[in-house]
């Protein structure tokens, strides 16, 4: 079975230009969630869905961030314009049991800003 | 404000003795707790969990232990492998309301030394 996909895996762009990365959950996973890891923060959780459905975006930095999930299959995190703060590796992650914790992580994007 | 600690960034362990890794918590709410293996330019991998009903689970060489007077938990891996030289992370989630977001903690790189 494949796992969680992500693309790019390696994305370097100058402050000012707006990231894409985009997600493909596990095929059947109801819950999908956007992680930043960073050296000092360790992995923050940005975002989560469940069926599709936004339900915590506490963790989004600020206003230059969204996600959108528009179906089961697919969700974006875009990063609109981008400062080299951002700089970070992004995971996706999916499960389907909100009972056990357990998330399926992509192997992430990592992006560079200049 | 961290929630979940991790306040060794490092830790070396001679292959065949016991490493243990520690983290720290302060949420009260949190009641589930997971450890998280990640290898280099690879996403996190679920490992070992334990839920607040209890104070030790056991899964081959990997057992976690949960001190909840002390809101401390530590994975103790018996014995050390080459294999096991990754970032572990500690995840804690307030599962009793439902809420299925994981807390993570910055990370403990593991290097067994052969």
């Known amino acids: 079975d494949a796992g969680v996909i992500q693309s790019p895996r390696h994305e370097v762009t100058e402050m000012g230009q707006e990231v894409t990365l985009r997600c493909k959950p596990i095929?059947?996973?109801?819950?999908l969630f956007w992680y930043r890891q960073t050296m000092m923060r360790g992995l923050e959780l940005l975002i989560y869905?469940?069926?599709?459905?936004?339900?915590?975006d506490s963790g989004m930095p600020e206003d230059r961030f969204s996600a959108k999930m528009p179906n089961a299959s697919f969700s974006t995190l875009k990063i609109q314009p981008s400062e080299p703060r951002d700089s970070a590796v992004y995971f996706c992650?999916?499960?389907?049991?909100?009972?056990?914790?357990?998330?399926?992580f992509g192997e992430g994007s990592r992006l560079t800003v200049l | 404000d961290q929630q979940v600690k991790q306040n060794s960034p490092s830790l070396s362990v001679q292959e065949g003795r016991i490493s243990i890794l520690n983290c720290d918590y302060t949420?009260?709410?949190?009641?589930?707790f997971l450890w998280y293996k990640k290898y280099p330019a690879e996403g996190p991998t679920f490992l070992i969990s334990?839920?607040?009903?209890?104070d030790k689970n056991e899964d081959g060489r990997f057992t976690v232990f949960l001190n909840k007077s002390a809101k401390h938990l530590s994975l103790h891996i018996v014995p050390s492998q080459p294999g096991d030289s990754a970032v572990y992370f500690c995840?804690?989630?307030?599962?009793?309301?439902?809420?299925?977001?994981?807390?993570f903690g910055t990370g403990t790189r593991l290097t067994i030394i052969p």
């Open positions: 992650a999916s499960s389907w049991d909100r009972n056990t914790g357990e998330l399926f």
């Open positions: 095929s059947g996973h109801n819950s």
């Open positions: 869905f469940n069926n599709n459905v936004p339900i915590d």
């Open positions: 949420n009260s709410m949190f009641d589930y």
């Open positions: 334990i839920s607040s009903i209890k």
């Open positions: 995840a804690a989630t307030p599962r009793m309301v439902g809420n299925e977001k994981l807390t």
